[in-house]
């Protein structure tokens, strides 16, 4: 997959608020939707107090199988498995949070010598998948090559919460690559690489506010 045909996906979710319309169900529950060529994804979450639940629900719009890159795990155990993630990275920016399942990369200060990849979900053509996430609030930022705790005095900011899924159209040749991994799941397929021009993302939202915590700290 080029690049342009990525930054047109990345443009096409990014321009959805203004396209589409949600539905709130309550002050602490909310649904969107958005659909691309490839994927039509359904998203919905309820959020107390004390965390935030999300679950989607995603389809296979074209007679390709895609693969999602939902998958996430942190880093493999003493045990050679690999411990599967309930909860996603959580990336901030300045004006916005975003929840995802995708491809991360490693950012430009740190030296990584093997990436964390997500393991693959297959999605055959008409098919769908779901899957329910959770993490507590406030949030605190998480990648695959940094992690946060908590401050003792935690500033907490409200910020426009997104959504986003990765995944990537298969290709001929690209299953009979693919290689076994162990994980707290039990055993799934494993790409041996795939690189980020590559991966289309969905995005959603804004999906209301959310809180925070934009002093928590490295560790």
């Known amino acids: 997959m080029d690049r342009r045909r990525a930054l047109e996906t990345l443009l096409i979710a990014a321009l959805w608020p203004a396209l589409g319309g949600c539905t709130k169900k309550g002050a602490n529950r909310m649904s969107r939707t958005i659909e691309l060529r490839e994927l039509l994804v359904e998203v919905s979450l309820e959020m ?3 965390a935030l ?11 390709e199988t895609l693969f999602l890159l939902d998958g996430l795990h942190d880093e493999i155990g003493n045990e050679g498995i690999l411990p599967m993630r309930d909860a996603p990275w959580v990336e901030f920016a300045a004006d916005s949070v975003t929840l995802s399942r995708k491809l991360i990369m490693p950012p430009p200060d740190i030296d990584v010598e093997t990436l964390n990849y997500p393991l693959p979900t297959r999605l055959p053509p008409g098919q769908s998948h779901q899957g329910r996430m959770t993490v507590g609030l406030p949030l605190l930022p998480a990648t695959p090559y940094r992690r946060y705790r908590a401050s003792h005095r935690p500033v907490v900011e409200q910020r ?21 991994v162990n994980t707290s799941e039990g055993p799934r397929p494993a790409f041996p690489s795939i690189d980020e021009q590559g991966q289309l993302v969905a995005r959603l939202g804004p999906l209301g506010t959310i809180g ?8």
């Open 160 to 180: 426009p919460l997104f959504f986003e899924l990765g995944f990537i159209r298969g290709r001929p040749g690209l299953e009979s690559i693919a290689r076994p």
């Open 48 to 50: 107390s107090e004390a």
């Open 212 to 219: 925070v915590m934009t002093n928590a700290v490295e560790d």
């Open 53 to 63: 639940s999300l679950s989607y629900t995603a389809t296979n719009k074209i007679d």
